[in-house]
């Protein structure tokens, strides 16, 4: 069976009961049901919040003895590509794992459009993540000058092919794929689906020529609780990078809940 996965990007968001509240109400939620274990359900905190979310989320949390572990797991927002050294302010994939990190976001566009980061250094960090014992979610997409120029093909291409150059194929069809176009983040203005499957069809034959078959392909864009469904409806989407509404318990779970509906087998 195919991994799906919805994930919440919550970007430098929440206060630390803020964020201490929205990973209580989402566990509490998700862990009353059984969500099948084909569908990956990733929170990914801000970098100070994400030691107390993971024991959150371990069962270890307060003073009454150890809970039931959460099936939620918990990620990152970006890690470096080295494991140890003079870094000032970046953090690594093996102190990630050592907080109960599982999951790692890479190459979001606002890590490339405001910390300049290239392919060739996510997929450096890529390599770094999966060394680790991490799994990535690489993040890909076009902008709205590039797609208002026709060239949304051309993009995503290279972003992929030039990840598997200096990744390698095994190292993609490790990871999870996010196509996020950039004028659908946080606009409101989500892709349509017929533009999302087209872009995701494109990724897929992309990296199963490469030799990548296996990695989800997420969409991420203004996903909300209404619009979610359709998405998964689709063929070619696998889940959800959720931003905005990842920040809500209710929009978060309305979103869980659709995936839990479209691949409830
Ligand atoms: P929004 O869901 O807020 O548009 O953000 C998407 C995103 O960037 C997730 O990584």
Known sequence: MKQRI???NWKMNTLMHEASRLVEEVQQEVDARVIPSHIDIVV????PW???TAVRLSGNHGTHGSKKASVIRCGAQDCHHEVFGAFTGDVSAPMLV????????????ERRQFHGETNELIARKITAALRAGLRPIVCIGESSDERARGRTTEVVSEQIDELITY??????NASVVAYEPLWAIGTGVAATTGQAQE????IRSRLTAHGAPDTPI????????TNAADYFACSEIDGALVGGAALSSTTFLAIINAACTAWSE
């Open 44 to 47: 990914c905190p801000p970098f």
């Open 167 to 172: 990744a390698g194929a095994e190292a993609l």
């Open 50 to 52: 994400i030691s107390d």
């Open 218 to 225: 997420l969409y991420g864009g203004s996903v909300n609780a």
């Open 98 to 109: 050592d907080v109960g990190c599982r999951d790692v976001i890479v190459g979001h566009s």
């Open 6 to 8: 919805v994930a919440g």
């Open 199 to 202: 872009v995701h069809a494109l």
